[in-house]
Every structure is written in structure tokens, then in C-alpha cells.
């Protein structure tokens, strides 16, 4: 049995949870603890039952799932706006 914590950024959300769910762990839980924290920050629950080689390849699978994401360059959509409407060039 496995039972994890994820801490994520938002363009780690998706490729971290499809990774988990497509390598036999469950995804119990997504939320976030604060409003307008920049980046925005997840929380995922993950849990499993299996053997120590399964459950420890979906784990590794979503962590190597939400390192890709995070060295992958952002698309100019996921760029934040500043309030005069202008692309941040700050990385979120």
C-alpha cells in the first residue's frame, strides 16, 4: 500500500495525474490551500495497493511526469498578464 502527498504547480497538475492514474496509483484528492499564491500551487493525494515494484514505478512515473512539465518552456498563454494587461515575462 502507498498513500502520498504531491506538492504541485499548476502546468504539473495534468501530465502528473494522467502519469499516476495510467500506472495503477489513485488520485483522491487535487486541491489548493491558498487564493492568489503565485504560482499556483496543488495538492494531489495519491494512493495504491499492489507491490512494492508497481506502486514504486507509478510514484516514480509521476515524479518523472512533473519534472518533464516543469522543464518544459511555458506556452505564451500560460504567461501571466501584469494589470495594465501586458505578458509578465516573470516566470510563474
Request: aromatic share 6%.
Amino acid at each position: 500500500m502507498v498513500m502520498g502527498d504531491l506538492t504541485l504547480t499548476e502546468a504539473e497538475v495534468n501530465p502528473t495525474m494522467s502519469a499516476a492514474l495510467d500506472n495503477g496509483l489513485e488520485v483522491t484528492a487535487l486541491h489548493n490551500h491558498f487564493f492568489y499564491e503565485r504560482p499556483r500551487i496543488f495538492f494531489m493525494h495519491i494512493g495504491g495497493h499492489g507491490t512494492t515494484e508497481t506502486l514504486a514505478t507509478g510514484v516514480r512515473k509521476a515524479l518523472d511526469a512533473a519534472k518533464a512539465a516543469r522543464e518544459r518552456p511555458l506556452r505564451a498563454s500560460a504567461v501571466p498578464r501584469s494589470p495594465s494587461g501586458a505578458r509578465s515575462t516573470r516566470r510563474r
